[in-house]
């Protein structure tokens, strides 16, 4: 059983930036691809950035590639969301999710675990 568990949101100021980490148990980490999501109240569930098994590819959302970067460390089990220049419109949990196919995926059904999200707020 895969677990992941989120850290790092919090309340920022516009222009600031935030870090975000996605924790996974399990020896099979490595063999995981992981994606960030995000969701506003009222809203869908928004695609952020996807990184392979080895973290040797990357794909983002057209609105949020330049300001947003996804990598991971294997070593340590863990997946980040590195998030600069924040707006107010960034607001949101913010959800890690893997899943055991390589190929990336966009949308949210094709992800098979979840963590619990973490509150990201940005005051303007």
């Known amino acids: 059983q895969v677990q992941l568990v989120e850290s790092g949101g919090g309340l920022v100021q516009a222009g600031g930036s935030l870090r975000l980490s996605c924790a996974g148990s399990?020896?099979?980490?490595?063999?995981?691809?992981v994606a960030w999501f995000r969701q506003a109240p009222g809203k869908e569930r928004e695609f952020i950035a996807f990184?392979?098994?080895?973290?040797?590819?990357?794909y983002y959302a057209d609105s949020m590639e330049g300001r947003f970067t996804i990598s991971r460390d294997n070593d340590k089990n863990t997946v980040y969301l590195q998030m600069n220049t924040l707006k107010p419109e960034d607001t949101a949990v913010y959800y890690c999710?893997?899943?055991?196919?390589?190929?990336?995926?966009?949308?949210?059904?094709?992800?098979?675990?979840w963590g619990q999200g973490t509150q990201v707020t940005v005051s303007s």
């Open positions: 999710a893997a899943r055991a196919e390589f190929s990336a995926a966009r949308v949210s059904s094709s992800y098979a675990y």
């Open positions: 399990g020896s099979t980490f490595s063999r995981l691809s």
């Open positions: 990184i392979t098994w080895f973290g040797d590819g990357t």
